[in-house]
């Protein structure tokens, strides 16, 4: 009986995740408590999430490296899991007469890595990537990233070191979406 009990868990905790992949677009679920995720679109790699809490509504996009599986939601409020290295593209600031921007963020296994850096391909040297990174005059290009993220980072311990290839196409489109998008004004 005790073992059943503990395969019944262990299959509902990792059933959840699994079972995000098979979204279709245009399905919402609650994906964490008052957190409610909707698959908006899913075109050359990019999926397009809008992101509904009580304080309002946003899109996010969000795209793996080559040969990576899609980020799905993880069910703890809006943050994504899998498909290491993936790029998230979310709504900007505005920036006087430049308009918005969309911020672009590179996460790991652990999140926002303590190094970060790109290159386009056929470059020899590295980029860092900064917080402030605007990818927009590579759209339709491809890079390669680098990221290494610690699940403890104060003490360096649980290193990730990961690299791949991220395809920008229909990166300018994908801003526009997100920016386009929700309530919530960031």
């Not at 999430?49 to 069910?75: D, F, L, Y």
């Amino acid at each position: 009986m005790k073992f059943n009990v503990v395969v019944a868990l262990l299959v509902g905790l990792f059933a959840s995740p699994l079972a995000a992949q098979s979204w279709t677009v245009g399905e919402e679920r609650e994906v964490d408590e008052g957190y409610y995720f909707t698959l908006l679109s899913s075109e050359q790699g990019w999926r397009t999430w809008q992101i509904e809490t009580r304080e309002g509504t946003r899109c996010t996009a969000v795209k793996s490296a080559e040969g990576k599986p899609h980020p799905v939601p993880i069910g703890v409020a809006d943050h994504f899991w899998k498909g290491t290295p993936y790029l998230v593209v979310s709504k900007g600031h505005k920036f006087g007469s430049m308009g918005r921007v969309g911020r672009f963020e590179l996460k790991g296994r652990h999140g926002n890595g303590t190094k970060t850096q790109f290159r386009l391909m056929g470059e020899r040297f590295w980029s860092d990537w900064k917080h402030t990174q605007n990818l927009m005059e590579h759209d339709g290009k491809r890079i390669g990233v680098s990221i290494s993220s610690y699940e403890y980072p104060h003490s360096l311990v649980g290193g990730a070191h990961e690299k791949g290839v991220l395809n920008l196409t229909g990166l300018s489109k994908v801003v526009e979406a997100v920016e386009n998008c929700g309530t919530l004004d960031y």
